[in-house]
T-cell receptor, first 117, second 115 residues
């Protein structure tokens, strides 16, 4: 039972380089999210998607782009990495709230530790 | 926007005691309030969910209360064990009329249970 899988787990980038973080979920969830977690800042939402082909900005979207071409995959891109983007990135997925009894718990991946030097 | 406050100082307790963690929020009451556990180097893991019209929820040694008047949720771990040591996050799921559907997380409180 894979759940939510993130690749890669670790990455070191030089300032100005680009990269894509991949998130895959096998639970047929409609919603997917990208968060970053920094010491003392908690989890902050970067972008999210409420279904295949849709994306929306979260709390801290600047410097990032996302795509949801397939329901099971949510990609996070850094076009020109900056040291301020050094962080741990978490992908999560959940079911939408279809009714009062719908459980909206989020399932998280194991995280990607990104260092930009 | 919704703000969540969790005690930033670590909570240190002795094994066997009850740990109580606090989550306070501002503005409107959420439709749901969730609690997660996060171990170092791992992603958060869902523990419990409580709805706005529920006062209390239990699961094994865990108990969550929700007071919409105080705008507060308390998370209790009874008979705590060293294995309960982790960071605990609360998250708010907004009501439908809020116009958005994403969880807002608190910064978490670290719990340390000593033998």
């Amino acid at each position: 039972n894979a759940g939510v899988t993130q690749t890669p787990k670790f990455r070191v980038l030089k300032t100005g380089q680009s990269m894509t973080l991949l998130c895959a979920q096998d639970m047929n969830h409609e919603y997917m999210y990208w968060y970053r977690q920094d010491p003392g800042m908690g989890l902050r939402l970067i972008h999210y998607s409420v279904g295949e082909g849709t994306t929306a900005k979260g709390e801290v979207p600047d410097g990032y782009n996302v795509s949801r071409l397939k329901k099971q995959n949510f990609l996070l891109g850094l076009e020109s990495a900056a040291p301020s983007q050094t962080s741990v990135y978490f992908c999560a997925s959940s079911s939408p709230r279809a009714g009062y009894l719908e459980n909206t718990e989020a399932f998280f991946g194991q995280g990607t530790r990104l260092t930009v030097v | 926007s919704q703000k969540i406050e969790q005690n930033s100082e670590a909570l240190n307790i002795q094994e066997g005691k009850t740990a109580t963690l606090t989550c306070n929020y501002t503005n409107y009451s959420p439709a749901y309030l969730q609690w997660y556990r996060q171990d170092p180097g791992r992603g958060p893991v869902f523990l419990l969910l409580i709805r706005e019209n529920e006062k209390e929820k239990r699961k094994e040694r865990l108990k969550v209360t929700f007071d919409t008047t105080l705008k507060q949720s308390l998370f209790h771990i009874t008979a705590s064990q060293p294995a309960d040591s982790a960071t605990y996050l609360c998250a708010l799921d907004p009501p439908r009329w809020a116009g958005y559907s994403t969880l807002t997380f608190g910064k978490g409180t670290m719990l340390l249970v000593s033998p």
